[in-house]
């Protein structure tokens, strides 16, 4: 049985990428008469900054990178770290006293690195002035006055002083239109004569390397200083050897182990596919997204502002700071590029047919509300999708409401409590009644308000929402939406009458009652508290006009403000839905004297299962 070809491509390239021995540069090599040479020279490109070519012949070559120059390689001084070269051109030019010399070695001659230097032994500083006028040549003449000069190029004179060597020339030079040159130069003239400045210059001399700190340690950790020629930077030797030496083979087997692992997981997709409700491919999905692009574009939404899934990674800093979890997906604190704090709620994948997030769009889009949060922008970008909400530092009521007790009461006081109880009914009575069309909300809840820095409440979370006329009174609905411990009794079962607006006043009831925290306190008089259904217990006290027993009720108003909510409370859970008041009616009896309000009727349903406090919303419960 033969070895796969994936198998055997993955060894190749393995061995290629990690086999150590080949890929090493050495610390040295021989280089003929000249014996062993080190960094930063060497005889290959890949390993060294500088290379040393032809060493098996008498005189090797050395490649400085000059543009068509290479230095015959005369001795080498490790201790000292410099390198005796010979300039064949240069050799020529002083041989025949061409005045090209002056044209030829400038300062900047050496190629300038940000990774390496280079010092000129012996070297001399000359400065060739431009003759331009004879006040000019007067003043350059008395400006070097003590120093030799050669007259014998068209158009500038050189000045020198031999043996001087200055590496910064005077700023008086440059005004008298001078630039300065740097030559090397005999060590000693001789029976030479230094007004002579053929005689006085070499092709011969010392080239000393300074090799920068950062590239020294590059080489220490095993890296390659790069031939970048504005800045400097450190590529691993291994990379180094393999993209330039094997480039095309590891492109070829990477090509191909991709290829093989393409259509791997091509197949894995395709499996899970197959079990999933997108049998037929992805076509399902994408006729999902292009009904909802088709949704957004034609219903106008588009004015609010659409981000991208990059926007919404740069927006929340890479997900960094999470405020909140549910079934619905997450919510990241975020800030815009203006500095406005926003909360982004990230939503799960695509269900069913997207109806959570064009119910969150065309909902809360239509609405404009000081107890309803603002939506500010949105994202439908592949299977990304998010939301972008104004920031409520307050968090959600659920918070206050079970992570506290009395603390939380004796901190906000009833007063707060009531008017943010106010709040939530102002923001329903304005979604059931205030707009152009109807907006029922099915799950109010404390998760779902949120508080800002003053404690105002704003309803939040239209996932669950419907859109119905005005006018009609009953909707239809496939199957039970909303929380468990808020569900009104018709959204479970239709014995119970018609779903209508009339569902979200039983929620928004609950949740009053849960705020007064009467919950907390069915443990007073009763052993079992699980099969206890607590609105018979508050009913009890009120109707036998007994004291409330609430956490923080120190004076007479508090015990109105809770009183009142209990009794509004009371009426919004009434079982039959014609019994529920409006939640226009709501905000009128809360905003009215609690004198002017009935006991409604004992509610009559035998307790339910109580959900634990932090139960997930139920999205499709069939019946």
């Excluded at 290829?259 to 037929?280: A, D, P, R, V, W």
């Excluded at 890479?318 to 704090?341: A, I, P």
């Excluded at 409604?600 to 139920?618: E, G, I, M, N, Q």
Aim: with cysteine; glycine share 8%; proline share 4%.
């Amino acid at each position: 049985m033969g070895v796969p070809p994936s198998i055997l491509a993955l060894f190749l390239l393995f061995h290629l990428l990690f086999d150590h021995s080949s890929g090493k540069c050495p610390d040295s090599f021989n280089c003929g008469t000249h014996g062993q040479i080190r960094f930063p020279l060497s005889n290959s490109t890949n390993c060294g900054l500088y290379t040393v070519q032809n060493c098996t012949d008498p005189v090797p070559k050395l490649n400085l990178e000059r543009k068509e120059v290479l230095y015959d390689l005369d001795t080498i001084n490790v201790s000292e770290n410099s390198i005796r070269v010979n300039d064949p051109n240069l050799g020529d030019l002083i041989r025949t006293n061409g005045c090209d010399v002056f044209a030829y070695y400038l300062v900047w001659s050496l190629p300038i690195r940000p990774y390496i230097s280079f010092t000129i032994s012996p070297g001399l500083t000359l400065f060739k002035c431009t003759t331009k006028s004879p006040e000019l040549d007067k003043k350059q003449d008395e400006y070097f006055r003590g120093n030799d000069s050669y007259r014998g190029c068209s158009g500038y004179t050189v000045y020198y002083k031999y043996p001087y060597h200055s590496s910064v020339s005077s700023n008086a030079s440059f005004g008298l239109n001078c630039l300065p040159i740097e030559l090397p130069r005999v060590s000693e003239l001789g029976s030479r004569n230094a007004s002579d400045v053929f005689s006085v210059l070499a092709s011969k001399f010392d080239i000393r390397l300074h090799v920068s700190k950062a590239c020294q340690q590059c080489r220490h950790k095993g890296g390659q200083c790069s031939r970048d020629i504005t800045r400097f930077r450190c590529t691993n030797k291994k990379e180094v050897l393999a993209g330039r030496s094997r480039l095309p083979l590891i492109l070829g087997i990477v090509v191909s182990i991709v290829g093989i692992m393409g259509i791997l997981l091509f197949c894995i997709i395709m499996k899970k596919l197959s079990k999933s409700e997108y049998t037929f491919f992805w076509k399902k999905k994408t006729e999902n997204c292009r009904n909802i692009e088709a949704f957004l574009k034609n219903c106008g939404y588009l004015s609010l502002k659409r981000y991208t899934y990059s926007d919404i990674k740069k927006i929340t800093n890479s997900f960094r700071t999470k405020l909140g979890q549910g079934g619905f997906g997450c919510v990241f604190k975020g800030k815009l590029e203006n500095d406005y704090l926003v909360a982004v709620k990230v939503l799960k994948e695509l269900k069913g047919n997207g109806e959570d997030f064009i119910n969150e769009v065309a909902t809360i889009s239509r609405t404009s509300h000081v107890n309803i949060v603002t939506l500010l922008g949105f994202c439908f970008e592949g299977h990304h999708r998010a939301l972008i909400y104004e920031f409520m530092p307050g968090g959600s009521l659920d918070n206050l409401v079970h992570d506290g007790g009395s603390s939380t009461y004796r901190q906000l006081g009833w007063d707060r409590m009531y008017q943010i109880a106010v709040g939530i009914a102002r923001g329903l009575e304005y979604l059931h009644h205030s707009c152009k069309t109807r907006i029922l909300h099915f799950d109010i809840k404390p998760h779902n308000i949120l508080l800002d820095e003053d404690f105002c409440p704003k309803i939040s979370d239209f996932g669950l929402a419907k859109l119905c006329p005005q006018k009609e009174s009953i909707i239809s609905l496939t199957g039970a939406r909303g929380t468990a411990g808020y569900i009104a009794p018709e959204v479970f079962s239709r014995n119970f009458g018609g779903i209508s607006h009339k569902s979200d006043v039983y929620s928004y009831g609950m949740m009053v009652l849960e705020m007064v925290g009467v919950r907390k306190n069915i443990s007073v008089d009763v052993d079992c508290t699980s099969e206890i259904y607590f609105p018979h217990w508050v009913y009890k006290r009120l109707e036998l006009d007994e004291e409330l027993g609430l956490h923080g009720i120190m004076d007479g108003e508090a015990n109105t403000s809770a009183r009142k909510m209990i009794i509004v409370g009371l009426w919004c859970i009434q079982t039959d839905p014609s019994n529920r008041p409006s939640m226009r009616r709501v905000v009128e009896m809360l905003e009215g004297s609690v004198e002017s309000l009935q006991i409604p009727p004992k509610p009559y349903l035998s307790s339910p299962s109580r959900a634990p406090v932090d139960s997930s919303t139920t999205h499709a419960m069939t019946l």
